[in-house]
Each structure stands twice: as C-alpha cells, then as structure tokens.
C-alpha cells in the first residue's frame, strides 16, 4: 500500500531551496457582476489586453464567463504591476502558459500570484518570496460536510464539524481555498495539500503555518472566500479593491 509521506517533508521536497520570506503581500481585488450583458471592461477590448499567446487561450474557452474572467484577471495583474515599475500596462507581459504559476516577463523578481471565480477576480503581488492566492465562490448548494470527509485530514474535519450552523460551511472553503493557496506558493501537488493540516485556518486570527510558509484566510468579498499563501512568518499584507471604471482608466493614454 501506497504512504503518504508526511505532509511537511512532502512540501520541503518540492522546495528544496528554502524560499525568500515575503515581508509584504499586495492583493488587488476586482469584484465582478456575475452575467453580466456587457463587456467586463466596457472600452478596453480583448485586443488591447491580451498578447498573441493570451489571445490563443481566450479564444479556446467556450464560456464567457471564463473569458470575462481571464481578460479581467489579465488586465488587473498588468495595470498592478505597470505600477509598480512606472509603465503602461501594455508594456507588461506576464506567461500565459495553462496550469503553470504566472511570471511576470523581464521582471522576475517581482511575484505575482491570481486567482478567479464567480463575481471576483484577484491578484497578489509581493517584491520577494513565492505566493500564491486562491478565491472561491461560497456555494451554498454544496455539500461540503461530504466533501470535507473526503477531501480533509481528520483534525480538520473535526474541527469542521465542531462549528455551528453555517459555519462549516464556511470554514469549508477556509480550508479549501487555503489548501489551493499553498499549492501555489509552494508548488506543492495535490497529495500534499490535502494532507496538510490547516485546522488553524478555522480559528482567529485564521492563519496557519506548514514548513516555511504561512496561510492565511481573509474576509471574504462579493460571497468569496479568500486566502493567501508566502514564504516567512512575519508578513504582512493589504487589500486594494478595484472597480472596472478603476481598471479602464488604468489603461487609458
Ligand atoms: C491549477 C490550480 C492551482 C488552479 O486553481 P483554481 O482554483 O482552479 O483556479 P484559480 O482561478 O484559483 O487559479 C487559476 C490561476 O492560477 C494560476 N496557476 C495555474 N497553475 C498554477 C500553478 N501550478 N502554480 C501557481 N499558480 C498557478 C494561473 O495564473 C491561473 O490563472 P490563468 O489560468 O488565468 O492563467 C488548481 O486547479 C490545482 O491544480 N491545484 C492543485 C492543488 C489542489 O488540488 N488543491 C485542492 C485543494 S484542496
């Protein structure tokens, strides 16, 4: 029979290197309409935004939803990052490539880490120190006590099914988008995270430490839940909410 190997040597593994602390993470929040009738970024069309590359992945998916998403998550982590440097967001290029962490191009000290659901679109920034950042729509359709037998280490479950009313249900996607913020600070797969013990996500100040990172679950926005992932113990982070208008005017000149 197949052992998993203990979650903190699993994570270390796949980080042989130990990871630059982070001191502070940015995360820009873009909060979205859902179905919207009109374009996501009314006067900044896809062209402007998107490079050849990008182009090819908006035009492969189907759903607009998952394109809004894509050209606003693009947009957000371009306009953030061209302030950073003093530059056009058109002078930025960040990978484009399916399933693999962002990088930001001739820039690559500078982390970037997004994430898109349901009505939100978020971006973290940080000038050192892998991050990752997850956001999920609160579904309360979801039976998420199944899913958390299934999915969670027993004292996570436990600690699950110790909240009351809908409480768990929140504390589902606590866990849950933890678990996927790590996996992008660390690189970790999905063994690994699903092994790891966030319980502490579940109880103030809501932040859980495995190896050299650092998970944290913040406020949710627009019915989302968000939580962020870097390397250190001792950053410190803040939220900027963005509006479309906001955005566009960005990308103005
Ligand atoms: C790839 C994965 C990280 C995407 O997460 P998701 O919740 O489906 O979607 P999100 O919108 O939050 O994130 C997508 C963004 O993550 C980034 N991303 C994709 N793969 C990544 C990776 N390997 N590392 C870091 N970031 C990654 C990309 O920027 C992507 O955006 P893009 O497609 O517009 O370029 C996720 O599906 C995955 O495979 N996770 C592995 C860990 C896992 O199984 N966790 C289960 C949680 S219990």
């Not at 606590?174 to 996927?180: A, H, I, M, N, Y």
Request: with cysteine.
């Amino acid at each position: 029979m197949h052992e998993k190997a203990p979650v903190e040597t699993a994570i270390l593994r796949d980080c042989p290197v130990a990871p630059a602390a982070a001191s502070l993470v940015a995360i820009h929040a873009l909060v979205m309409p859902a179905a919207q009738l009109q374009p996501p970024l009314p006067g900044l069309p896809m062209v402007r935004v998107l490079d050849s590359d990008e182009q090819r992945r908006w035009n492969a998916m189907h759903r607009p939803d998952d394109r809004d998403r894509f050209l606003a998550s693009r947009a957000l982590v371009k306009a953030v990052v061209a302030a950073q440097r003093g530059c056009h967001p058109r002078g930025v290029r960040v990978t484009a490539l399916s399933g693999r962490r962002p990088q930001v191009v001739g820039f690559e000290a500078s982390r970037v880490s997004i994430s898109h659901t349901r009505g939100l679109v978020l971006v973290a920034c940080c000038m050192q120190g892998d991050i990752g950042i997850d956001c999920e729509y609160i579904d309360h359709s979801l039976d998420t006590a199944a899913l958390a037998r299934r999915f969670f280490g027993p004292p996570e479950h436990q600690t699950l099914s110790q909240l009351d009313d809908a409480q768990p249900n929140d504390g589902f996607f606590r866990l849950w988008t933890g678990k996927e913020a790590l996996a992008k600070a660390s690189g970790a797969g999905l063994d690994a995270v699903l092994s790891a013990n966030l319980h502490d996500l579940l109880a103030k100040p809501h932040q859980a430490h495995h190896g050299p990172w650092m998970v944290r679950s913040l406020p949710p926005i627009a019915h989302c839940a968000m939580a962020v992932a870097a390397a250190g113990s001792a950053w410190q982070h803040e939220v900027h909410c963005w509006d479309a208008p906001a955005l566009v005017e960005a990308w103005s000149g």
